[in-house]
């Protein structure tokens, strides 16, 4: 390495110097410079076509940049592949759900960058997978095929399978984007919980800004291939930056755990007397509660 | 942190014999699989124009093994018929349909399409052509089929190898809007353009016409032992690099991407499974001709029976497949003897039904 750190500081988990993309000639990212701390939750944030997912790919190794990306230190392209795959694991946006195959079995795939090549699993490999299935509330999926589970429960398998894959660098690319709000914070906390007991670090994309703004440590906001702001979620979150990079229309008010974005609409039209449309509280239906009734 | 998540329970947690076991190959289903095998061999061998008694033939099967010697009560004439007319029919029948089938499984995984197949990729068409160029054409030494020069096999490969390569190049045209039905179709479009050449030769060259269909239709009929040693090597290259990537065909089985960041080179299994899978294809064309549907009825069998997962799929798909096909071939010189039916039309009037169920369970695929 051309500039060794002091011994007394550990690498960085991320570290990225002048990262830039380009996929069928077209630039994606155009120089990005990050540094991820071990233990720490950034969240990149950006509207679409802004190159989020890229900028995972390439740190998880799926595009070359062997310089410009360092995990822990060392230069991605001094990594073996195997050697790579058990420092970061990545949860993609949509996983492919492989038909009839079963829970137990996608989680032992996180296991493959410690079976030889051509050989098997082991009996450690298998006591980690239940572990890890324990420790998601799993245990009793098993055997279910992944087809068959529900949005929240795949999405707890998807990461198990990370986990089982020992890696400390944890990428999650819209790991919340096919779940409902309920499930979206059990997966979160779940994240987070995991990064506090296992030391993980995680870097993750998300398109719910409020919900990025209240798990993360630091926010990157990503804009046309380049980091545009990067600070606490209450310095980048805020709506004269949302408004300039997403062309939206905002409010960010103060929340317990972090600022609440909320999407307002632009000068609606002023529409006076509508006498034919209906006053709507009179058509409103609630349905009676039941419960009370028996 | 990450070594006490791997270490803090070294060994499985008491009650181990309980855990659940991932999918793996059972021996129940492994012995059935070999069962199987010894059923189509013994049937194989004792039906015929001249029936033989099993139990006498499962002995002279027996005495073939080094150091065995039992009475079987069969004639001489009668013991030359198993070990040189039969045997060898039955057992090239066991190489050609392990090979089919074990092929048309590695598709399957590798294109991730449970349609994929060697006669629907246009594998088999190439093969098909690559050899009629090489009887019509007489490049092999003095263009006589029998004895198979290796030529054939080699001719086959190449051919089955541009073949796979046409339809890949051409079902990925569509880019990221490719299903699997994309590439079923370019192994539609393949087939037919190559079948397109092969007939145009056989027109130009009558003369071999005679020679080149009785090939096509399947010639398991001829079989000798020469045919037998000439597929035997392709049978244990392919199987060995096929069986041996079992576990990457089920990483592969969740996408390219994922299964780089799980640390493998997946374009590179790829190729290599697809060029396993075409040379086994390339063999048992050479040695057989053109017998379609088996890689497709099997490995779905096996699929929908004893599980989805490769390690399964795969060898038990070879061992049924020989013995579907062994058996299939004692259907196709029995029905309607003293004829003999092609046993390429048993398999397609067998497969074709098959392949409308294997449609309807892959819908939720192709859409």
């Known amino acids: 390495m051309s500039t060794p750190a002091p011994t007394s500081l550990p690498a960085p988990a991320v570290d990225l110097r002048d990262l830039r993309i380009s996929l069928d000639g077209a630039p994606i990212l155009t120089g990005v410079d990050l540094t991820v701390a071990t233990g720490e939750w950034v969240t990149v944030i950006g509207p679409n076509g802004a190159g989020k997912s890229t900028l995972l790919r390439a740190v998880g190794g799926l595009l070359p940049a062997p310089d410009a990306v360092r995990l822990f230190g060392t230069p991605i392209g001094e990594l073996r592949r195997r050697e790579r795959a058990r420092v970061v694991a990545t949860v993609a946006q949509s996983p492919v759900v492989p038909s009839g195959m079963a829970v137990l079995d996608y989680v032992l795939l996180g296991r493959t960058p410690y079976i030889p090549p051509l050989g098997r699993e082991s009996a450690d490999d298998l006591a980690t997978v239940h572990e890890v299935l324990d420790r998601l509330d799993l245990a009793g999926f098993h055997a279910r095929e992944l087809a068959t589970l529900s949005g929240g429960e795949r999405q707890r398998v998807f990461l198990a399978r990370a986990l089982a894959q020992g890696a400390t660098l944890l990428l999650l690319d819209e790991p919340t984007s096919a779940l409902d709000i309920g499930h979206q914070q059990e997966v979160l906390e779940l994240v987070d919980q995991l990064r506090r007991t296992h030391g993980l670090t995680v870097l993750a994309t998300m398109h719910d800004l409020s919900i990025a703004g209240e798990y993360a440590d630091r926010m990157v906001l990503l804009a046309d291939g380049r980091i545009v702001a990067t600070g606490t979620p209450e310095q980048v979150l805020t709506e004269d930056l949302l408004a300039r990079h997403y062309r939206a229309h905002v409010r960010v008010i103060p929340g317990p755990h972090g600022p609440l974005v909320l999407p307002t609409r632009p000068n609606r039209p002023n529409r006076p007397n509508r006498p034919n449309r209906p006053n709507r509280a009179d058509h409103a239906v609630v349905a009676p509660d039941k419960s009370r009734e028996t | ?367």
């Open chain 2, 1 to 367: 942190m990450r070594l006490a998540l791997k270490r803090s329970r070294p060994v499985a947690p008491a009650g181990a014999g309980t855990l659940p076991r991932p999918a793996r190959l059972r021996k129940r289903w492994l012995a059935a699989g070999v069962f199987a095998v010894l059923v189509a061999l013994v049937a194989g061998v004792s039906l015929g124009p001249v029936s033989l008694p099993p139990g006498s033939v499962a002995i002279e099967l027996l005495n073939l093994l080094p150091g065995v010697h039992l009475d079987s009560g069969l004639t001489e004439r009668e013991i030359a018929i198993v070990t040189e007319l039969r045997l060898p029919r039955v057992v090239l029948g066991l190489l050609v349909g392990g090979l089919l089938a074990l092929a048309g499984g590695a598709y399957q995984g590798v294109f991730r399409n449970p349609l994929a197949d060697p006669y629907l990729l246009g594998v088999a068409a190439g093969a098909g052509l690559a050899v009629t160029v090489v009887l019509t054409l007489g490049v092999s030494t003095g263009g006589a089929l029998s004895g198979l020069p290796v030529t054939i096999p080699l001719a086959a490969f190449v051919g089955s190898l541009g073949a796979v390569a046409m339809t890949y190049l051409l079902g990925s045209a569509g880019g990221r809007s490719r299903s699997p039905a994309t590439l079923i179709l370019a192994g539609v479009a393949v087939s037919a353009f190559l079948s397109a050449g092969q007939t145009y030769l056989l027109q130009r060259h009558a003369e071999s016409i005679q020679e080149v269909y009785s090939w096509l239709l399947g010639r398991l009929a001829t079989a000798g032992w020469q045919d037998v040693r000439l597929v035997l090597p392709y049978f244990l290259l392919t199987s060995l690099i096929i069986l041996l990537h079992r576990r990457e065909l089920d990483v592969l089985s969740v996408g390219d991407d994922e299964a780089a960041s799980l640390g493998l080179h997946p374009q590179r299994s790829r190729y290599l499974l697809i060029a396993a899978a075409s040379l086994g294809t390339a063999a048992a064309v050479s040695a057989s001709g053109l017998i379609g549907f088996v890689g497709i009825i099997v490995p779905h069998t096996v699929r929908m029976l004893a599980g989805a997962s490769y390690r399964v799929i795969l060898p038990l798909s070879m061992l049924f497949g020989g013995a579907f096909l062994a058996l299939t071939d004692v259907v196709a010189r029995t029905a309607a003897a003293p004829q003999e039916i092609p046993i390429g039309v048993v398999t397609a009037l067998l497969g074709g039904p098959f392949f409308v169920v294997v449609l309807r369970s892959a819908r939720r695929v192709l859409t």
